[in-house]
């Protein structure tokens, strides 16, 4: 059998046997293998954390942030078919990442060990070439013979490894023009949530509501893909199991949790002119204020979903944020397939049943309607259900174990909190209105708000929902509230609405009116300085 045609290397050997190059070699398993030190940027502890990535290939392990650069953790027991009895598991403290540089594009090459740094010359090296019918990747270009060939090291050819189909490249940004540079300061918001183990967000633009997860109705059009439907207020809203899409497994909350209060998992409904549909997810964590230019740029692997993701938004003391790109999520061939089969299928229920509740929610994309201006709200635990604007808010953060006492402060100071090098005041408002402590810490959020150039953050009891509402929706609190509550959540909510779930039931929140409960903490915290 001719080596030139059997899809296997032959050796070659090179010109000048005095030739002399550095190389550093690695072990992974049983093989050693070899860098040239020319490519090698530097060796580094397998980090600490690791962000997955989505529709990632089976090599690629995650991100991790060298210094403001995203490095993809490439795998290589796939891409050699080698055992990989740790692969996709957390690597041991022992394991050390080569970041291997070729023009620009740069990849961490994982290793169990690094061994030492060798000047080889040119007679104990070998040379493989491939014949042209060769499809496997042809990393290997050659091998290295040491003490009378008691010693093999493989020798990998960073070229050819990058240039592997789906392997992560950075792509250099463009230098930006003033104006985009000022857009790009500018703070914009996003909303995190989880899907099996990856932490993702999606541009608060693009999400009309966040609902629990509903008795969802069976669908003509119910794949893997599809689990269902909802009729959300008169229109026909088809359900993504966002894992599913992401190319994850998606697993299920126990039989005894599902559906009940304590079940997790959320829908994101999102709508973009005639693109109306719900994402399924595992949790939704918070919201989170970001700037365009901080966003760290994502390695692109693969051509068909080059575009999906925006970013990265790194984070000192939380898990890295993928920011998608919603444009590109709306524009997907299976959501438009989806969401265009189910407009045409169930068009006529839809106008039936709008007919008649005659209910105009969700006409058209603008933010007015027939009845008045819309605006998102988020809807909070305080003892009570309560709820406040959506752009009134900075951030949604959860409650924090490193916040500083403040000697001094009243009672309803909980304290200081550094929040990314900023320090906001930490306000109690269950001690402010004078009901008992909570006992589950666990699900404590803080909504930060801004007054003039200082920050608040309001401790609350849990989030629970996100929802577009038109101020037409709005009814004074009842009497015989108010005249149970305290003067100053008397003074702070004067105003109800009715929060609208999938299931067609509603619950009556309080509105939060943020104005006057500003205006009294400035002068409470003011006398407490004097």
């Not at 079940?263 to 002119?273: M, N, T, W």
Request: proline letters at 7%; charged letters at 20%; hydrophobic letters at 45%.
């Amino acid at each position: 059998m001719n080596a030139r045609t059997s899809g296997f290397p032959f050796p070659q050997r090179v010109s000048n046997p005095e030739d002399v190059e550095v190389f550093g070699s690695f072990h992974l398993g049983d093989v050693e293998f070899a860098l040239p030190i020319a490519a090698l940027q530097e060796v580094v502890n397998y980090p600490a954390r690791v962000t997955p990535v989505p529709l990632s290939p089976p090599f690629l392990l995650g991100l991790f942030n060298l210094r403001g650069t995203l490095i993809p953790i490439v795998d290589l027991k796939p891409l050699l078919a080698m055992a990989a009895e740790t692969s996709g598991r957390p690597a041991p403290v022992t394991e050390k990442i080569a970041i291997v540089d070729v023009d620009g594009v740069r990849v961490g090459l994982v290793f169990d060990t690094t061994g030492e740094i060798l000047r080889v010359r040119a007679s104990q090296r070998t040379e493989f070439e491939y014949a042209p019918s060769h499809t496997t990747p042809q990393v290997v270009c050659g091998a290295i013979k040491l003490d009378d060939g008691d010693r093999i090291l493989q020798i990998l050819a960073p070229g050819a490894l990058v240039r592997i189909e789906n392997m992560p490249q950075l792509l250099s940004r463009q230098a930006l023009t003033a104006p985009q540079r000022r857009q790009q300061r500018q703070r914009l918001q996003c909303v995190s949530f989880s899907v099996e183990h990856s932490r993702l967000a999606l541009p608060m633009s693009a999400i009309r509501e966040i609902i629990r997860m509903p008795d969802l109705q069976n669908s003509a059009l119910a794949s893997v893909f599809c689990v269902g439907m909802l009729n959300l207020r008169g229109t026909v809203v088809p359900v993504i199991d966002f894992a599913h899409f992401l190319g994850l497994h998606a697993s299920r909350p126990d039989a005894d949790v599902a559906g009940t209060a304590s079940d997790p998992r959320r829908i994101l409904i999102v709508k973009q002119e005639d693109v109306h549909f719900g994402l399924l997810v595992d949790a939704v964590d918070s919201i989170v204020t970001y700037f365009a230019d901080e966003l760290l740029a994502m390695p692109s692997f693969s051509a068909s979903h080059a575009q999906l993701f925006s970013g990265c938004i790194a984070r000192e003391q939380a898990d890295d944020i993928v920011l998608l790109n919603a444009d590109e999520l709306f524009t997907h061939t299976q959501v438009l397939e989806l969401t265009r089969g189910h407009r045409e299928l169930y068009r006529e229920t839809d106008s039936a049943q709008c007919a008649k509740s005659g209910d105009p929610a969700w006409r058209g994309t603008g933010t007015k309607s027939s009845r008045g201006t819309r605006h998102a709200y988020v809807s909070f635990r305080l003892q009570h259900m309560l709820a406040v604007r959506l752009d009134q808010l900075r951030e949604i953060i959860h409650d924090s174990a490193d916040i500083m006492p403040a000697p001094g402060a009243p009672p309803f100071v909980r304290g200081m909190l550094n929040l990314r090098r900023e320090l906001v005041t930490i306000v109690d408002l269950r001690a402010l209105y004078g009901m008992p402590p909570q006992d589950d810490a666990q699900a404590r959020k803080i909504l930060v708000i801004e007054h003039g150039k200082d920050k608040l953050g309001l401790l609350v009891d849990a989030i629970e929902n996100i929802v577009t509402l038109d101020d037409a929706d709005k009814l004074p609190v009842p009497a015989m509230l108010l005249g149970r509550a305290t003067h100053e959540m008397r003074n702070d909510m004067r105003e109800a609405v009715e929060l609208p779930a999938a299931d067609g039931t509603a619950r009556t929140a309080m509105l939060l009116d943020l104005q006057p409960l500003k205006a009294r903490l400035e002068t409470a915290l003011a006398q407490s300085s004097v």
